[in-house]
């Protein structure tokens, strides 16, 4: 067994402390799931397009044994226990919040041609929940990987990164790309993943910040997703529809100078065309040995949501135009959009004076108190005990 994430290990202990109280017994095992950020290719995933993720130093802990019965804990919310014995079954196997992310996975599991029987889970999370870090794809895949491992299921991790997509998508509802459980299964520490969402072929390209004396910050603009399920299957619903008035299967195909009549289509197809292209020349910069000269990218890339994709929102053009105004290299806001998180590559003796303007231009907007912090790039989803 590789070795675990040392902040992973203090999140299983709690998870572990967890099962053995309100199981009265020692879990079999403890398995971790990281939580992520999108350096840039955002919303490329569903058009079969680039992402480039890195796994961030929070983790879903999954302390699990087999079971009788479907036994969930969780040491969040009130800390309730869930219990059902139609898990795995159907989609609508009765189980709702929090533990549909666990009955999802054991149900996509299944669906798989991965059989599995009951399990008892004590569930400990630090990623933040609702600021667009994937903390549902840390949920889904700390318990893939337990469950796969407990029923000695050998599962290929961008299978797995499928697989759970799948409890996202058909059994939780929510219409959303491979992004998020790919990178929390399969980014590495301290690399960026580059990753090509048509056949999740993928390459670990090294992201040392420190060595530029670099620092990227995550900034957490501590607004909750405003209609974002609706908008994010909106902007998918206009992806396809441009992809069918263009005749390619997916806006990964659309030609480069491709143009559509109808303005709003034409400014998603934009977006897409665009953001491809700035992650393959992201991926050129780092391959070049240089992290600095992202930063153009980053903010330009914001600059296409905002306008082009329109997924953007107050607090986050506050955060990234605050950053930038203070001397970031480059900002953007990062994940599905309104609302969530944005990052900003600074200087590593700016990043303070860059903290300060993004949560002066809040308050002086009247917005929420942004929380920010450092971002390492962690190790992917791995057993811890
Ligand atoms: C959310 C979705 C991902 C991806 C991003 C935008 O995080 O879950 O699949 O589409 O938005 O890049």
Redesign the pocket.
């Given at each position: 067994m590789p070795t675990p994430d040392i902040h992973a290990v203090e999140l299983a202990e709690t998870a572990a402390a967890a099962f053995r109280q309100v199981f009265g017994a020692e879990p079999e095992g403890v398995w971790a799931a990281p939580g992520r950020v999108?350096l840039i290719?955002?919303?490329?995933?569903?058009n079969e397009g680039f992402?480039m993720p890195f796994a961030l130093p929070f983790y879903a802990a999954a302390a699990v044994s087999k079971s009788e019965t479907w036994e969930f804990h969780s040491t969040y919310g009130n800390g309730d226990t869930v219990r059902a014995d139609t898990v795995g079954s159907s989609v609508d196997d009765g189980v709702s919040g929090w533990a549909g992310y666990l009955a999802g996975v054991a149900w996509a599991l299944n669906e798989a041609g991965y059989p599995v029987s009951p399990v008892r889970v004590a569930i400990h999370s630090d990623v933040p929940h609702g600021a667009?870090l994937?903390s549902s794809?840390a949920l889904e895949c700390a318990i893939l990987i337990a469950l796969a491992d407990l029923h000695g299921h050998e599962i290929d991790r961008a299978e797995a990164a499928r697989i759970a997509?799948k409890a996202?998508n058909a059994y939780v509802g929510?219409p959303?790309?491979?992004?998020?459980q790919s990178a929390s299964l399969l980014c590495t520490e301290g690399k960026v993943m580059f990753m090509d969402c048509r056949d999740l072929s993928r390459e670990q390209v090294p992201f040392d910040l420190a060595s530029e004396n670099l620092t990227m910050l995550v900034i957490d603009v501590n607004a909750p997703h405003r209609h974002a399920d609706g908008e994010?299957a909106s902007r998918r619903a206009d992806c396809e529809e441009a992809a069918r008035q263009l005749g390619v299967p997916f806006l990964r195909d659309a030609p480069k100078h491709a143009r559509l009549e109808d303005d709003r289509l034409n400014r998603r197809l934009r977006h897409i065309i665009t953001e491809n292209e700035r992650v393959l020349d992201t991926m050129k910069i780092l391959k070049g040995g240089t992290v600095a000269g992202i930063g153009e990218l980053l903010t330009a890339s914001h600059a296409s949501m905002r306008d082009d994709y329109e997924i953007s929102c107050t607090e986050l053009d506050s955060a990234v135009d605050a950053a930038l105004e203070a001397g970031a290299l480059g900002a953007r806001m990062?994940?599905?959009?309104f609302g969530g998180s944005a990052i900003a590559l600074v200087e590593t003796a700016a990043a303070a004076k860059v903290e300060a303007a993004v949560i002066e231009a809040a308050a002086a907007k009247g917005l929420r108190t942004p929380r920010i912090f450092v971002a390492r790039a962690a190790a992917g989803a791995h057993r811890v005990a």
């Open positions: 999108n290719g955002e919303h490329t995933d569903y992402v667009g994937s794809a997509q996202e929510a959303t790309g491979v992004l998020d994010y990062t994940g599905g959009g």
